[in-house]
């Protein structure tokens, strides 16, 4: 079976040593995609020689890529605007929104290079902004909608789709809103949605089939599976990434309808270790919840 796991399973690494070893054991444990997913947030920029070595590595250990995580700079998702981060692609300060545009764009130059078909990208909504000031929803998508746009030619140019993830930040209504907007204006060819199983689980619980999946089943073009059990779960107040059925997510249910959608093999885990388990114990049992929610 083909199967993707996110790079940064247990961390970000700032050596090169330990970015090729954590590549090495991906492999090792018999998984035969990534989703590159180091830097993931930040302003870090590739440089094409960094491009180039990470394909070095994947083509030494037999590694294919599925999805790239793209940056939006150092904006963490704050409800309401308390200053402006760098390089974001949403911001109303024109030569910012264009940095982070241009961040956007180094990622889409290493998603063509390491021959991955989609970018992941977050959208955080400042959504009480648009409560308390609602001149400030129509500046924030005007901006949105100039980035995207100049990404558009660019994406299309490299066969690289961004796809836009579903996060636990906001609330629900306000991001069906973002989705119905942006598939109305942009074709599936350049922009898609990426599920998050935990997120959704998080925001709409067992509904989230139904209100989330079903709605944009035809724009599915990338994934994070992992599991939770709602708010509370720790880490990250639920946002726990764990593996499949370790949570309570109903997958019978879920992944017939995602074998209903546009998506395309592998199943990608975005899943996170403990920190007291064994690296290669803990990849042989994502591997096998890979195999047991592929049997559902």
Known sequence: MELAI???????FRKIEDIEACLHEIAEAGFSHIHWCFEWIGEYIYSKAEM?????????????AKSLHASNGS???DAKQKGHYRKDYTSEMELNRIAGRELIENRVELAHIIGATEIVLHMYLPFLDFQNKPESKEV???QVLRSLDELEPFCKERKVRICIENLFEAPGELQLEQFDLLFARYPKEFLGFCLDTGHANLVWGDSFIEVLV??????????????NKGWGDEPGCGDAHRLPGEGNIDWKRLMGVLRTSAYELP???EVSKPAKEDAAAYLKRAKDAGAWMDCQ
């Open 214 to 227: 079903e709605r944009y089943k035809d724009r599915l073009f990338s994934i994070h599976m992992h599991d």
């Open 75 to 77: 904006n963490c998702g």
């Open 140 to 142: 924030f998508y005007r």
């Open 267 to 269: 199943w990608t885990l």
């Open 6 to 12: 996110a790079t940064d399973y247990r961390g970000e």
């Open 52 to 64: 180039y070595q990470i394909r070095e590595w994947m083509e030494k250990y037999g590694l294919k």
